[in-house]
T-cell receptor, first 112, second 115 residues
Framework: SQQGEEDPQALSIQEGENATMNCSYKTSINNLQWYRQNSGRGLVHLILIRSNEREKHSGRLRVTLDTSKKSSSLLITASRAADTASYFCATATTGTASKLTFGTGTRLQVTL | GAGVSQSPSNKVTEKGKDVELRCDPISGHTALYWYRQSLGQGLEFLIYFQGNSAPDKSGLPSDRFSAERTGGSVSTLTIQRTQQEDSAVYLC?????????????FGDGTRLSIL
């Protein structure tokens, strides 16, 4: 079953704007990861945030984690057409070793 | 190899036939994962291997699904007596070790269509 639920399901913005995607989950986690999937391809790991971290940056990506609300957000700043993809959050539930549970994804469309 | 390799990239078969999907992980990666992705959906965990053993098979949908890994490298996912609901993209991933703090590296998947 899907633990993570991304919001919104779809997002369309213009190049240069910021894109924010949210993820909610249900159980206690070790970490939360964000992945990107281009159409017809596999997933690419973007960033991992541990349960004891609140914010993490990587290039134009900023991830926040609120374990009290069981939610995370992914912010992509100054978006580019090449950022067009689906974005998934994945949680590593405490006590389940390496198993990741993926959300349903946000489809991001960045137009020129 | 440079990345996770899956074959075939596409497979079309008739209902009731058996299919084998292959995954070649990144060299040196001891952990290997299989997921299923239905159209427009997220990923559904099927099974993972640490070396040649499978500590977690909980996601396999039925006894028609099985997977093996030999030599700590290549893995094969077998679906027997395929049904139309088996149509999906089957994704394989590998990581250095089976630790949840390790990122998973994905192949491009096998798109399976059951007629």
């Amino acid at each position: 079953s899907q633990q993570g639920e991304e919001d919104p399901q779809a997002l369309s913005i213009q190049e240069g704007e910021n894109a924010t995607m949210n993820c909610s989950y249900k159980t206690s986690i070790n970490n939360l990861q964000w992945y990107r999937q281009n159409s017809g391809r596999g997933l690419v790991h973007l960033i991992l945030i541990r349960s004891n971290e609140r914010e993490k940056h990587s290039g134009r990506l900023r991830v926040t984690l609120d374990t009290s609300k069981k939610s995370s957000s992914l912010l992509i700043t100054a978006s580019r057409a090449a950022d067009t993809a689906s974005y998934f959050c994945a949680t590593a539930t405490t006590g389940t070793a390496s198993k990741l549970t993926f959300g349903t994804g946000t489809r991001l469309q960045v137009t020129l | 190899g440079a990345g996770v390799s899956q074959s075939p990239s596409n497979k079309v078969t008739e209902k009731g036939k058996d299919v084998e999907l292959r995954c070649d992980p990144i060299s040196g990666h001891t952990a290997l994962y299989w997921y299923r992705q239905s159209l427009g959906q997220g990923l559904e965990f099927l099974i993972y291997f640490q070396g040649n053993s499978a500590p977690d098979k909980s996601g396999l949908p039925s006894d028609r699904f099985s997977a093996e890994r030999t030599g700590g490298s290549v893995s094969t996912l077998t679906i027997q007596r395929t049904q139309q609901e088996d149509s999906a993209v089957y994704l394989c991933a590998s990581s250095l070790v089976s630790n949840s703090n390790q990122p998973q590296h994905f192949g491009d998947g096998t798109r399976l269509s059951i007629l």
